[in-house]
C-alpha cells in the first residue's frame, strides 16, 4: 500500500471551522469533514457553488450513475488524482454499484474486456476530452447514439468538465486524502505522475 501522503499547500480548516462555515452556506454536514471542503469552505461561497454542482450530477441527473463513475475514474487515473480515485473508489461501489473489476479496468480500459460498446464510447469520449478538451464530431455521434438523447450528452459533458476540474483543484491544491483512508485503493498502485 502506498504510505506517502500529499501535504496540502493551503491550510485546510480544522474540522470544527469547516463544520461552522459549512452550516452557515448550507454545504451538508457530512461533506464538511472531507479534506476537499476542508480547504473549499475557507472561500464558503465556492464551497457551495461546488457543493450543488457535484450534487446535481450525483443525485439530480439522467446520466446512467455507473456511467459517469466509469468517467470519473478514468478522469482520477489518466490525471493521476489519488484524491478523486481515492473518494470515487467508494463512492463508485457504494451506493452505485460499479464492481471493483470494473473500476480497475479503467486503468487499461482500451486492453480491457469488461466493457461494452456503451462504455467504450464513454471512456473514448474521455480520453478524447481530457486530451484535447473537446469531443470532435465523431466522438459526439457515438456518445448520442449510445446513450440516446441530448440531455444524457450535456451531462456527459458536464461530468467530464467537473471532474477535471475536481482533479486538477486536488493534485493543483496538493489535497490529500483522509487519514483513514489508503492511496489508491485497492492496491496502492499509482500512475505515473500521480498527486
Not at 444524457?152 to 493543483?172: D, H, M, Y
Not at 492496491?187 to 498527486?195: H, L, S
Request: proline share 5%; charged share 25%; with cysteine.
Amino acid at each position: 500500500m502506498s504510505e506517502k501522503k500529499t501535504i496540502s499547500r493551503v491550510e485546510m480548516l480544522s474540522p470544527e471551522q469547516a463544520k461552522e462555515a459549512a452550516e452557515a452556506v448550507g454545504v451538508p454536514d457530512e461533506l464538511s469533514s472531507r479534506n476537499i471542503f476542508r480547504l473549499l469552505l475557507r472561500r464558503p461561497v465556492l464551497a457551495k457553488a461546488v457543493n450543488d454542482l457535484l450534487y446535481s450530477l450525483l443525485l439530480h441527473g439522467t446520466f446512467d450513475d455507473r456511467l459517469r463513475e466509469l468517467v470519473i475514474m478514468r478522469i482520477g487515473w489518466a490525471t493521476g488524482s489519488d484524491y478523486e480515485w481515492t473518494q470515487h473508489w467508494t463512492v463508485a461501489q457504494i451506493p452505485f454499484g460499479v464492481s471493483t473489476d470494473d473500476l480497475l479496468a479503467v486503468r487499461d480500459w482500451q486492453n480491457s474486456d469488461r466493457f461494452g460498446e456503451v462504455e467504450r464510447a464513454i471512456l473514448a469520449a474521455t480520453d478524447e476530452a481530457l486530451e484535447t478538451g473537446t469531443l470532435s464530431e465523431e466522438t459526439w455521434a457515438s456518445c448520442k447514439r449510445h446513450l440516446g438523447d441530448d440531455d444524457a450528452c450535456i451531462e456527459l459533458v458536464a461530468s467530464l468538465a467537473t471532474w477535471r476540474f475536481i482533479s486538477q483543484l486536488a493534485r493543483s491544491l496538493h489535497i490529500p486524502v483522509e487519514d483513514d483512508v489508503d492511496s489508491w485503493p485497492p492496491d496502492g498502485v499509482a500512475p505515473p505522475g500521480a498527486i
